[in-house]
């Protein structure tokens, strides 16, 4: 089973970047899509980005495309989500986690499994 920790938030200025990372363990980690989705306050959990278990494969959520990039490096167990351009409706909790199939590629929060704990990211105006 492969577990997941989120790393890598914090306070940035609209218009600024940061990059996330999402470590794995587990020697089944490159098997599996990994995907990252967020969670404001009082608005439901929304799918943020996922990529499949080679790599050459990603997904984006519409409030997203073309700001954020997800990629991954399977020899450091490790899924990065590199987020450019913030604006404050960026603001949430980004969480991480795998797909619930082997080789499969997820485009909604309910295509993933065993979440992390989350790490705040908070873009100010």
């Known amino acids: 089973q492969v577990q997941v920790v989120e790393s890598g938030g914090g306070l940035v200025q609209a218009g600024g970047s940061l990059r996330l990372s999402c470590a794995a363990s587990g020697r089944t980690f490159s098997n599996y899509g990994i995907g990252w989705s967020r969670q404001a306050p009082g608005k439901e959990r929304e799918f943020v980005a996922a990529?499949?278990?080679?790599?050459?494969?990603?997904k984006y959520g519409d409030s997203v495309k073309g700001r954020f990039t997800i990629s991954r490096d399977n020899a450091k167990n490790t899924v990065y989500l590199q987020m450019s351009s913030l604006k404050p409706e960026d603001t949430a909790v980004y969480y991480c986690?795998?797909?619930?199939?082997?080789?499969?590629?997820?485009?909604?929060?309910?295509?993933?499994?065993?979440w992390g704990q989350g790490t705040q990211v908070t873009v100010s105006s």
């Open positions: 986690a795998t797909d619930r199939l082997a080789y499969g590629l997820g485009t909604s929060v309910n295509d993933f499994r065993s």
């Open positions: 990529i499949s278990w080679s790599g050459r494969s990603t």
